[in-house]
């Protein structure tokens, strides 16, 4: 069955070191997306990409980055984590076209100290 | 840009109560419309959508959701909740022609046995 894996689940790192979350998809899906979820939040959208080497700025983008070398992973870097970063990040993807929701993944918790 | 709005963040329930949701976006065109469940521990999942045609959309479980262009709403509603309804749910939407989904900052409801 095709799915949406995020990894790791949980990661523990410290302030100013550089982390990379894995996000991997086997839907064949064309749009990839990264949310962040805060309590008083909801999702803000931190990156999103329409196909390979698209990517795109969303509402919280500073501080992170993402690449797209391939249709499958979005992976999501922080370039030097701060605790504001403390967060559980989803990854979620879609077929290309308006019409279609989204498959998010399991999450990541991270927690910056 | 477009905002959504869930003006209950916290809705308390006793089972076989009726449900009703608040959405409410902001964007003046035409749009599409979703709700999504979070289940506690769980990613988000699609729980029902609308582009077009019948106002009235059903989706998974029991939910539906009625969309009133001229009051700019998306209203989630359930007749009869039950203990596994138990979750938080957001409303979402996009402007037509465009992919990028904006989120509303979400409704936990807690359904009392």
């Known amino acids: 069955d095709a799915e949406i894996t995020q990894s790791p689940r949980h990661k523990i790192t410290e302030t100013g070191r550089q982390v990379t979350l894995a996000c991997h998809q086997t839907w064949n899906h064309n749009n990839m997306f990264w949310y962040r979820q805060d309590l008083g939040h909801g999702l803000r959208l931190i990156h999103y990409s329409y196909g390979v080497h698209d990517t795109n700025k969303g509402e919280v983008s500073d501080g992170y980055s993402v690449s797209r070398s391939n249709t499958e992973d979005l992976p999501l870097t922080l370039e030097s984590a701060a605790s504001s970063q403390t967060s559980v990040y989803f990854c979620?993807?879609?077929?290309?076209?308006?019409?279609?929701?989204?498959?998010f993944g399991s999450g990541t918790r991270l927690t910056v100290v | 840009a477009q905002s959504v709005s869930q003006h209950n963040h916290h809705v308390i329930l006793s089972e076989a109560a009726s449900l009703e949701l608040g959405c409410n976006y902001s964007?003046?065109?035409?749009?599409?419309l979703f709700w999504y469940v979070q289940y506690p521990g769980q990613h988000l999942q699609l729980l029902l959508k609308?582009?077009?045609?019948?106002?009235l959309v059903k989706g998974i479980k029991g939910f539906e959701a009625e969309f009133i262009k001229s009051k700019f709403s998306f209203n989630l509603r359930k007749p009869s909740v039950q203990w596994s309804d138990t979750a938080e749910y957001f409303c979402a939407v996009n402007r037509k022609g465009y992919q990028k989904v904006t989120f509303g900052i979400g409704t936990k409801l807690q359904v009392i046995p």
């Open positions: 609308y582009f077009s045609g019948d106002p």
């Open positions: 979620a993807s879609s077929p290309a076209g308006e019409a279609y929701g989204y498959t």
């Open positions: 964007y003046g065109g035409t749009v599409n």
